[in-house]
């Protein structure tokens, strides 16, 4: 079964300061991950994917994420906040099956940006 | 996004009542998705759709049924609408495997 763990539900972070939402997989084969972020009342946007090329991942915003397979992580990064970046922000991994892939979501993270 | 829209945006409905949420796409995607929102939760997927009239279920289909008798139209029903069923649905679509998600912007259900 492949499954994502968002670890800390919030996350606070002073403007300029470096943001940090983690995320751990579990899979039984090389996954397809994905980082979206959700603004208040809007649906998804997607941020970033790795689907096996580059493990270094640049997404929109500034954002990278690293997969990292020794430590099942796909951790998201952000040098410097941004008041604009206050949001929440879903891992997700996708399941391939006979029809087609299912994309399954981690609990989300919310971030705060302190000003 | 524009190509993907949900309707209504909000609803309140009564214990027992079926309920049809509707999600009508201009992408010409192949696949789509219902999902339900619940704080704690996150997203859980309630039924997808591989293609015209071929749809399978999700992790939390219980109460829910979907049709999709076009390309373009994917609804989801519920059948007996119940306090439980207060969330946010939200439609996506995937043009292919692995591509990634577009979504709507939601539906708030209020099941009172």
């Known amino acids: 079964a492949q499954s994502v763990t968002q670890l800390g539900s919030h996350v606070s972070v002073s403007e300029g300061a470096l943001v940090l939402l983690r995320c751990n997989y579990s899979s039984s084969v090389p996954p397809y991950l994905f980082w979206y972020v959700q603004y208040p009342n809007q649906g998804l946007q997607l941020l970033l994917k790795y689907t096996s090329a580059a493990t270094l991942v640049k997404g929109i915003n500034g954002f990278e994420a690293e997969f990292k397979k020794s430590e099942t992580s796909f951790h998201l990064t952000k040098p410097s906040a941004h008041m604009s970046d206050a949001a929440e922000y879903f891992c997700?991994?996708?399941?391939?099956?006979?029809?087609?892939?299912?994309?399954?979501f981690g609990t989300g993270t919310s971030l705060t940006v302190i000003p | 996004d524009a190509g993907i829209t949900q309707s209504p945006r909000h609803k309140v409905t009564e214990t027992g009542t079926p309920v049809t949420l509707r999600c009508h796409q201009t992408e010409n995607h192949r696949y789509m998705y219902w999902y339900r929102q619940d704080p704690g939760h996150g997203l859980r997927l309630i039924h997808y759709?591989?293609?015209?009239?071929?749809?399978d279920k999700g992790e939390v289909s219980d109460g829910y049924s979907v049709s999709r008798s076009k390309t373009e139209d994917f609804l989801l029903t519920l059948e007996s609408a119940t306090s439980s069923q207060t969330s946010v649905y939200f439609c996506?679509?995937?043009?292919?495997?692995?591509?990634?998600?577009?979504f709507g912007s939601g539906t708030r259900l209020t099941v009172v």
């Open positions: 997700a991994v996708s399941r391939s099956s006979n029809t087609g892939n299912q994309f399954y």
């Open positions: 759709s591989y293609g015209v009239k071929d749809t």
């Open positions: 996506a679509t995937n043009r292919q495997d692995n591509y990634g998600y577009t």
